[in-house]
């Protein structure tokens, strides 16, 4: 092969002084200069474990094992139940909360005021001193959603009584959860508990979740994966806009309910709920990325990145190959556009569940098909492309089942390579809520943000061969 | 009735298509017959045969050709204009409206954009170099490490995952190479020819290559190392490699080896590898005695000009040559003159070198005459410098080592230390020659004369001053294809008085002989 | 987006190799080797194998963004294409390799000659159905079907005669009348003569006279071949070294051994390209019969 080369036109990659690339030019060669930064933030020791994963061919080969599980999961709406009925391994005193683990003390605002709320709900305590006593006395368990197979937007907080979304991935079998959405303004994912907020989750409990159970079964169950595909040709990111994706849910349920034995006026008050909550499939989104997701974890040697997750303190991501461990960094802020009335200076760190969906190729990282989403996180539509561009450099392929429109049909890039991301610096692209940092104000924003390069390097670093 | 044809270059479509296409041709209003196939021989014959083709044209079996009959001209011409239209089409490009694209940051982004790059120039900070060599290597590409301060940990596992794939790593710390004629880092525009360079050290890659184009010969490939190479620990892996490449290189006829004396379970390796090429093979290791080295096939010299001579030799069909050492003749007389200038107390020789084997190289050739030399970089530990700011007798300087280099430019590049250095020399009243190296070529400055010039001028008057004069003695190293033109920096050196040489070796034997003129 | 090769040819070089993109299909692209003046085929397929064939599957992959003209190269086993996103890794990919050669089919057996005349009929009904410009019956018959039919007539038959007595010079005459002839980007008489080569591996057995007369045959075969484009050229190469696409392999081994699923082989290799795949069915039905006294197309 030296010998090939000297039969070959030189054409160098320099990384570098520029002005090498400069000369191999002017003497007629080719050279393509690299816009080089130190790897893994100038840490020497993660820029050479990194540089030994690069293109190995066990990880290559672990990488298309879970990529190729992840992008053929079909992941399909089974039911609604209880969580402590449909989610195994979930005990009576557990809470999930979004993100990595965290104790009570380390909570931020909104996760706090949801925690309350839920001890509230649950009946485990009649007032907020006593469920704030309750909390920090270490009767109850907190446990990330992620640890359980589910997810949960903002503070994601689950216990047990509250209904879930069973989502099966027909093709392995895995199953996933998650809530269901509140609506927007007073809600307990932002940390809000007064008494509306618990009337409405009790609501949910008792005439939501049982009808939308009697639908589903009515229905036979309902393909997800082809509402999102359908979702992302109408303009939705199906994280940070939902309204197409909830207007085919929507139009799925509403037969199907008609058809069932629940009673006219509860068919009337769910339906009036849905309708009134473009958000309402964002929870189905989440659940069928993290069937799918989960479809590609546990894959030795594998980089593919199955969950990036925030507790509104620390930024987590895991990893295919790395089980069950986390990679942390602290929380980033969001940078985005505030409701009148609130600064960034109101403003939580990045928290939730819901970044399951760039993990999987949508919401951010599907930016470039939902244009309307920058007048709602800031921007242009060519700043929308440019992001969604910008991931292909970091994912391990596209999703053919997820085409983009204004990308020419091209598939949306899915599987985010941890290598990859550390290698060109390139962080994966967020798009998200912004909540209010003290517990139950609510939403203040959105915007974009990025997921903390920290996480990436910690998990290269890990022991991957 | 009419019928005309015309060649479309190049144009594959599917078979399906063609037929397809064949028939919307048919279809066309005025048209009766029309045909697209493959223009080859027989197909033509066949057309020709049906009546479709008026005469035989030439065959093009790679381009479609298309021939229509109608009721007219103008039917027929428009028929093959739509057709011709028709197959050009191509699919709408998705208009990129003002999209930014993201410049590639990683050596994998890197063959996104550029699929057949074979080669990797890495100069970015030693601490990062060996990552980047490392990525480079496992995707397939030949790599240059111009980076120092890469450990010989990191350069072993390299140039072993590299040789096992039959891939090169030169260097680290490889300053210069030349490959298929472009070169890379610190290097010179040399005529190509049938000269094959592997060598250990950069400057003396400059000065053999240079010199080769001198001497009117060419060279194939240079090669660099990297100062570690040849170590026992590293084996000469890259060394062997490169002999290896230009022994299977049929373009080239000659092997030249330049090094340092290699350990000496290397230096076996070596030579035994370039004794079995089945080339002549001219060998330099810097400080070896010649005579050790030579053998049937391998000539062993002194100094990088014998090498280059040598080389040249050899690739014009003569014998590689007698290398006797002494000063050429056309020198004598100015040994003479330029000693008679000197008074008795201006004794010492002051090498200030911006090339690190040009300074080792005149060490070696001055002390053979002149006993010690100080330097910072000595042959013998017990003749360093203790303070390297200030010269003692005889001195020579690199001012390319690291203790000068901290948080400044190379030497070569930036002239500014080795500008004082000639006043302080010329200041000393002991000083009688200042011996310098100027390197052109890419990556160099680009007017080294026109940096030295005021330096040498304030330097005589210095000198001047104090009722002496100091003389200046020096080589270029360069060619004319370099972008600051060879001829015309030695013709702005001389202009003010410096005597150059053709080459570094010369030079050092010229200042012993004007210094020994005086002793 | 980095794809696996679900599998390679036999013929696609395992190092480092530079190509430029030569053509690109709807479900192939051609890439010309720098070095070799030959082509590979990327190809998106469920099952079809070539010998230069880089195959990746039909859920993976678009061509769409390959350019004509650009360069795709191949780097420690990943090829990559300029100006597209498409990557496809070859490193893991099964490689696919020809046994024609080693097939040894017995013509004269009772259930080869039934397995050839069933696909016989099937060609010829299929080519009378689909209106191609070849018949194979009409080959041995004077003045019979399209002009390009009756034209390549007559080279057929003398090459079916020629190889019959390993004769070199008539043989190549011959194949120099068919190359190049016909429509289609492989012209169809380029594919009768890969197929009629297919037959003729088909049969040779151990029979060291029969490899020695295809291998001679080959080398001149070579030099003709130059009039005929890039696209033939390459298939007539490998042809020549004994390595065809998995459809006509299949079929030439479910004829040999008289496979159930002939009717599905026959439908595979037919439906190969327009009329491609019946014109080398057609060649490979031909090739099987020569030096054979019992069986014969005409």
Known sequence: MVNKLFEQDLQVINIGLSSFADSIQQTGGKATHLDWRPPASGDREIGMSLALLVNAPEVEDANRIAHERFLSAQPVLMGVEQALKAIPNLSERTLLHAGPPIEWDRMCGPMLGAIIGAILYEGWAGDQESARQLAASGEITFAPCHHLGAVGPMSGVISPSMPVWIVKNQERGNVSFSNLNEGLGKVLRFGANDPSVLERLKWMETVLGPAMNAAVQQLGGIELRSIIAQALHMGDECHNRNAAASSLLFKKLTPALLRTEVPQKDIASVLEFIAGNDHFFLNLSMASCKAMLDAGHGVEHSTLVTAMARNGVEFGIRMSGTGDQWFTAPAPMVDGLFFPGYTSADAAPDLGDSAITETAGIGGFAMGAAPAIVQFVGGTPQDAIAYTREMYHITIGINGGFTLPPLNFDGAPAGIDARKVVDTGIAPVINTGIAHKDAGVGQVGAGITRAPLECFNKAVQSKIL | ?519 | MQIQAASIGEAIPRDNFDAVIHNVFDTAANLCLVDKNRLITLLVSDQNELPQGIRITQRTASLQSLTVGLVAACRAGVLRFESSPLTVDLRSAPVWECHISELNVDMKSASSVQSWSRVWQMLNSRQKLSKAEIVADDLFQRNAGSLLSQKISRPVLQLISSTGQFEIEKSIEAAGKMIGLGPGVTPAGDDLLIGFLAGLWSISGKFQGRRSFIHSLGIRLMGVAEQTNLISRTYLYHAVHGQFSSSLTNLAQAIALGSENLQDMADAAMRVGHSSGMDSVTGLLIGLCIRNTELSPA
């Open chain 2, 1 to 519: 009735m009419a019928n005309s044809q015309r060649m479309i270059k190049n144009l594959y479509r599917d078979s399906v298509s063609l037929m397809q296409f064949s028939e919307k041709l048919r279809a066309l209003d005025g048209i009766q017959q029309a045909s697209a196939v493959m223009a080859t021989e027989n197909n033509i014959s066949l057309l020709v045969e049906a009546g479709l083709l008026a005469t035989i044209v030439p065959p093009s079996p790679n381009d479609l050709l298309i021939v229509v009959e109608g009721e007219d001209d103008s039917s027929v011409g428009a028929a093959l204009d739509q057709a011709e239209a028709m197959l050009k089409q191509k699919s709408a490009e998705t208009g990129e409206g003002g999209v930014r694209r993201v410049p590639p940051r990683s050596i994998e982004m890197g063959l996104e954009s550029m699929p057949a790059a074979n080669f990797a120039l890495i100069s970015t900070p030693g601490e990062y170099a060996a990552a980047e060599a490392r990525k480079a290597i496992q995707l397939g590409l030949n790599v240059m490490i111009f980076s120092d301060s890469v450990s010989m940990e990191e350069e072993i596992p390299l140039k072993q995952y590299a040789r096992e794939h039959d891939l090169l790593v030169m260097g680290p710390d490889c300053g210069t190479a030349i490959i298929n004629g472009i070169p890379l880092g610190f290097a010179n525009v040399v005529r190509r020819g049938d000269i094959g360079v592997v060598a250990a050290s950069g400057t003396g890659l400059q000065q053999v290559t240079s010199l080769i184009d001198r001497f009117g010969g060419g060279i194939t490939q240079a090669i660099g190392t990297g100062g570690h190479d040849l170590k026992s620990e590293v084996g000469g892996i890259t060394m062997l490699q490169g002999i290896g490449a230009l022994t299977a290189d049929p373009s080239t006829k000659i092997i030249l080896l330049v090094s340092k004396p290699p350990s000496p379970d290397v230096m076996k390796n070596v030579l035994e590898m370039a004794d079995q090429s089945g080339k002549p093979v001219v060998v330099d290791f810097i400080g070896a005695d010649p005579a050790s080295i030579t053998s049937d096939s391998i000539t062993g010299v002194r100094t990088l000009e014998d090498a280059a001579k040598a080389s040249v030799n050899l690739s014009q069909g003569k014998a590689s040559g007698e290398f006797t050492g002494n000063l050429p003749d056309q020198y004598i007389n100015v040994a003479k003159e330029c000693a008679a200038k000197l008074n008795a107390r201006q004794k010492y020789i002051r090498g200030l070198f911006s090339g690190g084997t040009f300074c080792y190289e005149t060490l070696l050739l001055l002390s053979e005459t002149l006993g010690i030399i100080y330097s910072n970089t000595p042959i013998k530990q017990e003749h360093k410098l203790e303070d390297v700011w200030k010269s003692r007798e005889h001195t020579a300087i690199d001012l390319g080592d690291d203790l000068f280099t901290q948080g400044r430019p190379h030497p070569m590049i930036d002239f500014r230390l080795r500008n004082e250095r000639i006043l302080d020399e010329a200041a000393d009243p002991n000083t009688a020659l200042i011996l310098l190296d100027v390197v052109l070529g890419y990556g160099s400055n680009m007017d080294p004369a026109g940096e030295l010039i005021p330096a040498i001028q304030e330097a005589q008057k210095i000198a001047a001053q104090a009722g002496r004069s100091v003389v200046f003695v020096g080589s270029v190293c360069g060619t004319d294809g370099d972008p600051q033109n060879l001829s015309r920096q030695e013709a702005l050196l001389r202009d003010v008085g410096v005597i150059l040489t053709e080459s570094n070796a010369q030079a050092a034997r010229l200042a012993a002989a004007i210094v020994n003129g005086r002793v």
